[in-house]
């Protein structure tokens, strides 16, 4: 079965730091591309980050570059997201996504909370 | 950046009626490899987005065959041909072509 769950979610401050991870198994994970996607409580979908499948390629929503930074460990079928310089619109559910070939993704984990609050 | 506009935003439907939501997109989502990057997500209320429909009207396995996905751009149409009590969700419509990928705002499916 093809699964990805998340953790690392929490409480952190302003200005503070946290890494999330996403654990994959079921699948190949070094073959596909990943994502992180977030959705701040009672609003829509916003896209954070895309890897490729080996960590060379990396893209970021605007808002989020350089104070994010996706990566990945193909042996240890682990995706990861470092954010720093937190505030408090970064408050959100941040989900893991697989993405099975260019343009879509299709399947999701269960998402870890993120609240940056002081 | 790409700007998806879903409309309704709220769709009350009564059980056993059809449903309809659409999507427009700011830009094209053809690739040079002829595929249309255009997928409909449903997120029931406290669980995840799961995907229904990619490339503009193929339906993932397990899909309901009352799902349905059309359009060519900019305007896509994602059809329920009779709403069940299951299919109450918010209903995504996403680009996939151009970088960042982009949402819609999502359309809130209830029950009357």
């Known amino acids: 079965e093809v699964q990805l769950v998340e953790s690392g979610g929490g409480l952190v401050q302003p200005g503070g730091s946290l890494r999330l991870s996403c654990a994959a198994s079921?699948?190949?994970?070094?073959?596909?591309?990943m994502s992180w996607v977030r959705q701040a409580p009672g609003k829509g979908l916003e896209w954070v980050a895309n890897?490729?499948?080996?960590?060379?390629?990396?893209y970021y929503v605007g808002s989020m570059e350089g104070r994010f930074t996706i990566s990945r460990d193909n042996a240890m079928t682990s995706l990861y997201l470092q954010m720093d310089s937190l505030r408090a619109e970064d408050t959100a559910v941040y989900y893991c996504?697989?993405?099975?070939?260019?343009?879509?993704?299709?399947?999701w984990g269960q998402g870890t909370l993120v609240t940056v609050s002081s | 950046d790409v700007v998806m506009t879903q409309s309704p935003l709220s769709l009350p439907v009564t059980l056993g009626q059809p449903a309809s939501i659409s999507c427009r997109s700011s830009?094209?989502?053809?690739?040079?490899?002829?595929?249309?990057?255009l997928s409909w997500f449903q997120q029931r209320p406290g669980q995840s987005p799961r995907r229904l429909i990619y490339?503009?009207?193929d339906r993932d396995s397990g899909v309901p065959d009352r799902f349905s996905g059309s359009g060519s751009g900019p305007d896509f149409t994602l059809k329920i041909s009779r709403v069940e009590a299951e299919d109450v969700a918010v209903y995504y419509c996403?680009?996939?072509?151009?970088?960042?990928?982009?949402f819609g705002q999502g359309t809130k499916v209830e029950i009357k």
């Open positions: 996504a697989r993405s099975p070939a260019t343009g879509t993704v299709d399947t």
């Open positions: 079921g699948f190949t994970f070094s073959v596909y591309w």
């Open positions: 890897i490729n499948h080996d960590g060379t390629e990396k």
């Open positions: 830009q094209s989502l053809v690739h040079t490899d002829g595929n249309t990057y």
């Open positions: 490339k503009v009207s």
């Open positions: 996403m680009q996939g072509l151009h970088w960042p990928w982009t």
